[in-house]
Each structure stands twice: as structure tokens, then as C-alpha cells.
């Protein structure tokens, strides 16, 4: 089901997340924010929140909704899956290396819409690359087109999608790929009736500036599927 709020599978309805994963990201977000030398004021004037709201998401009491997960991770200065909790998936490698040897869909994802995003490569600091495993359900509410700096590639894993370029629809199935500079308008959408996995791979300045714009549009689009940003959550 489309929704905007950062959510992930098994949740709580009323939050999106799990009770267990909403105090994980509370305590990330404390530490990253203790390990800065910042106060809670502080955070939350950067991420535009108050800080009684803030203190609540530290203390796991409430959720933030994906828009505001992404300014607390730039008020913060780290990428967004730092913030998500592990799931079981097993990281090995050393500095500059990281190997999950667990199946990536075990990796908390990032909810925008009818789209899962799984961050592939959190642990690699400086990176140029950002990929990411996208499960694309759907399409209910089509996405808007639009270009942005830099490029992207993007390989379907299972299912059917369609890549819209420049007014050009590029059906996709498994095994298809394409490659594209994002500065041209375009968008994705899934016309079939099951999932799609897409590996998607973009310019990592601009992932989660991307990933926000697509929040935004869906909060403009679908209003009243929104989740408010300041309601508690008691664990």
C-alpha cells in the first residue's frame, strides 16, 4: 500500500515501525547526535523539528516520517541507512570493503510510496556510488518526472517495469538493464500485477536527496495517506 512514512515489514499500524525498531533508531540517532558534541536543541534546530518532538524519537516514543529521517540524517551528516537498525544481515570485509553475506532483502528498508529501498553499501564512507535493492510494487499513484545531477543504472532482478525517458516508455524485464543520465526527465512505474526487484545504482551525493523528492511528491499527491510527523507512539 502507498504511503509516505518510513516504515517497514511487520509493523506497528499506528507507526510503521516496529516498537523494537522505532527505540533502535531513537538510540542511533541519540549516539550519532552524543558523538558530534551537539545538543538536542541543536539537532533539532538543523533538522528543522522541535526538540520536544526529537527527544520523544531518541527516547523511541514516536517515529519520523521518511522526510524527516532524511533531515535529521543531514543535520547529522551521515546517510540515512546509518540510522536504520541491522536485521540480520552479516557484514564482513575492512576499511574501504564491506561484504554482506546474507541475502540483502534481510536489510531494513527505507519505504517511499509503493517502493522499498535497501541502502547496499552504508558501511562505505566517501563512496561515489550509492546502490541500492528496490522492490517496485504496483504502480497506484504514478511518480512524476523529473532530472536531477549526475547518473544512474538500474538491473531487474525479477518482474516487469517500465523506465520512462524523455516521453520514452522502456518496458524491462529480468535480465534488462538501463543506464541513464539523470539530468534527462524520468520516472519508473510498474504496469504488471506482481513486485519487481530492480538493482538500482545512482550518483551517491544525490541519493538521498532523490529519495526525499520522491517523498515529497508523494505527500503532495496522496495527502491523505500522509502520516504526521509529531504524533507519539508509546512503545
Not at 516504515?7 to 538510540?27: C, F, H, M
Not at 541543536?42 to 519520523?64: I, T, Y
Not at 516521453?167 to 504496469?191: K, Q
Request: glycine share 8%; hydrophobic share 40%.
Amino acid at each position: 500500500m502507498p504511503s509516505n512514512s518510513f516504515e517497514t515489514r511487520g509493523e506497528d499500524k499506528s507507526s510503521g515501525l516496529k516498537t523494537d525498531e522505532v527505540i533502535a533508531v531513537g538510540q542511533a540517532i541519540r549516539t550519532l547526535r552524543q558523538q558530534r558534541g551537539m545538543t538536542l536543541d541543536d539537532l533539532a534546530e538543523r533538522a528543522g523539528l522541535s526538540a520536544s518532538f526529537m527527544s520523544l524519537v531518541e527516547r523511541g516514543r514516536s517515529s519520523l516520517a521518511l522526510t524527516s529521517l532524511f533531515s535529521v540524517a543531514r543535520a547529522l551528516e551521515v546517510d540515512v541507512a546509518q540510522l536504520l537498525p541491522a536485521t540480520g544481515e552479516h557484514h564482513e570485509g575492512h576499511a574501504g570493503c564491506q561484504v554482506i553475506l546474507q541475502y540483502a532483502q534481510d536489510i531494513t528498508p527505507v519505504r517511499v510510496g509503493d517502493r522499498d529501498y535497501r541502502f547496499l553499501a552504508a558501511l562505505i564512507t566517501n563512496r561515489i556510488l550509492e546502490p541500492l535493492l528496490v522492490t517496485v510494487e504496483p504502480t497506484v499513484v504514478e511518480q512524476v518526472s523529473y532530472g536531477h545531477q549526475g547518473e544512474e543504472f538500474a538491473w531487474v532482478v525479477s518482474g516487469e517495469i517500465v523506465y520512462a525517458v524523455d516521453g520514452h516508455d522502456y518496458p524491462l524485464r529480468a535480465g534488462d538493464c538501463i543506464h541513464i543520465e539523470s539530468s534527462r526527465s524520468h520516472s519508473l512505474r510498474n504496469d504488471s500485477g506482481e513486485d519487481a526487484t530492480v538493482l538500482w545504482v545512482l550518483s551517491q551525493p544525490l541519493v538521498q536527496e532523490t529519495l526525499g523528492e520522491l517523498a515529497r511528491d508523494h505527500m503532495r499527491r496522496v495527502p491523505n495517506r500522509a502520516t504526521k510527523v509529531e504524533t507519539e507512539v508509546m512503545p
